[in-house]
């Protein structure tokens, strides 16, 4: 296939970004997203070009790191899939593709398509654990017992890998489904009840402190979320908040 790419190029922080063309050629159908993205870059090394930076680690969609917005649309036209395992056969020759980092104002960019998730981190620090003793005394975790259907829900919380796709798709840039994941996989345990209060408290502080918007229940979030989270934690997220609130 033949390609005519839209990139957003920004060289740093502070610089202003702007939309570039470049043409790819020889992109097969088996490729994913990111090895065009190699082929594009070993092109502009060759022609002596600075290549484009992108975010990317594992490639087998456990990481969360690979975050580009796609004719439009966090991690593309594919469904439950993240940007690296979108495939070029989503796509036509002689297709037009435009490539934007992910939009956020909690989310700056750092340079080209790479953006700081580091408000995501900022929310996990604030009380997405629970506390251990670890002094000898530690219960054999296979002594508390969990009923099947809360141990499925929060083990399906657990699946978010952090990627702010939810983010990007929201009109609002609400972190509401990220946020709710990470309050459900443990709220929904009893290892995790005890602190759940605090925590719910403490993780949507810091989610209004980083400057992530308000939910209105528009949904895009779970649409194009690659792990298929619910919103069904955001309404959780929602009574557990109202509950530790009043208390
Ligand atoms: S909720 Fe889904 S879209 Fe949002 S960060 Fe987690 S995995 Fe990504
Ligand atoms: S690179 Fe790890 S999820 Fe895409």
């Known amino acids: 296939m033949n390609l005519t ?5 920004q060289k740093n922080a502070e610089a202003k970004g702007k939309m570039t063309t470049y043409q790819v050629s ?3 159908t088996d490729m994913s997203f990111l090895e065009m993205m190699d082929v594009l870059n070993e092109q502009l090394i060759a022609k002596g070009e600075e290549p484009v930076a992108f975010d990317h680690d594992c490639r087998e969609g456990i990481c969360g790191s690979c975050n580009l917005q796609i004719n439009g649309e966090p991690h593309g036209p594919d469904r439950g899939v993240t940007t690296c395992q979108l495939h070029m056969r989503k796509f036509k020759d002689g297709d037009t593709i435009v490539i934007e980092p992910f939009r956020a104002k909690a989310f700056p960019v750092i340079k080209d398509l790479v953006v700081d998730r580091t408000s995501f981190d900022r929310i996990q620090q604030a009380g997405g654990y629970i506390s251990v003793n670890t002094s000898g005394n530690t219960q054999d975790a296979n002594s508390i017992p969990v009923d099947k259907e ?7 919380a657990a699946t978010c890998i952090g990627c702010g796709a939810c983010v990007a798709a929201c009109k609002n840039a609400s972190a509401m489904l990220f946020t709710s994941a990470k309050v459900s ?16 408290l403490a993780m949507v502080e810091q989610m209004d402190k980083e400057g992530f918007g308000n939910c209105t229940n528009t949904g895009a979030c779970e649409i194009e979320c690659p792990k298929g989270i619910s919103l069904e934690n955001i309404a959780r997220m929602n009574r557990d908040y109202l509950k530790a609130s009043v208390k």
């Open 5 to 9: 790419l839209k990139i957003w190029r």
């Open 185 to 200: 996989q443990f709220s929904l345990l009893p290892q995790g009840e005890v602190e759940a209060d605090r925590r719910v």
């Open 26 to 28: 020889d992109i097969s």
């Open 150 to 156: 809360s141990a499925d829900m929060s083990f399906y």
